[in-house]
């Protein structure tokens, strides 16, 4: 299988820790949103796309990669790191699942976890979850991608 993870971290490396053990599982390729190339993305056989979230949302230079991706069909997965908890009723991944579902891919699953985070208020107290994402994070992260790469439905 061929797979391709677009991160963009570019806080303090979390998300791209998250994508690195994704990759190792899946025997993906990460690359930045700057560097990816979309022609590469439409021969995968499973596309991820991360980042950190910042104002609650996920970052604008992944946002503007996927929404500038040209129609096509695939298998994909979104994943993000953040401070604060997701919210159920508007979740950080909602916006970046509705383009990539709007292109014509099926997504098949989001994860997101907790994260070291040093937005203002928390950059006071010296940030929040300083240990994060820790060793069960990234165990959770692996196992995600292993059931995307078995085909299974990861539970979102």
């Known amino acids: 299988m061929k797979a391709v993870i677009v991160c963009a971290s570019v806080s303090h ?12 599982v ?5 690359v930045s949103p700057e560097r990816a190339d979309p022609a590469e993305l439409a021969g995968a056989d499973l596309v991820g796309f ?12 992944l946002t503007d990669f996927v ?6 069909r695939g298998r994909a ?15 950080f991944t909602r916006p ?9 891919f099926e997504v098949e699953g989001v994860f997101s976890c907790r994260a070291f985070d040093t937005w203002m208020p928390f950059r006071l107290v010296g940030g929040i979850n300083r240990q994060r994402p820790n060793a069960g ?8 991608a292993g059931r995307l790469r078995d085909g299974r439905r990861p539970v979102s």
Not at 77 to 91: I, N, Q, R, Y
Not at 137 to 144: T, Y
């Open 67 to 72: 929404r500038a991706l040209p129609s096509g």
């Open 96 to 104: 970046v699942v509705r383009l990539l579902e709007g292109k014509g």
């Open 26 to 30: 899946l025997g993906a390729k990460v």
């Open 77 to 91: 997965f979104v994943f993000a790191t953040s401070g604060l908890p997701e919210v159920p009723p508007a979740p």
């Open 50 to 61: 991360g980042s950190g979230v910042f104002y609650g949302r996920l970052h604008p230079s």
């Open 13 to 24: 490396g979390n998300t791209r820790r998250v994508a690195d053990i994704m990759a190792g």
């Open 137 to 144: 994070d990234l165990a959770a992260a692996a196992a995600f």
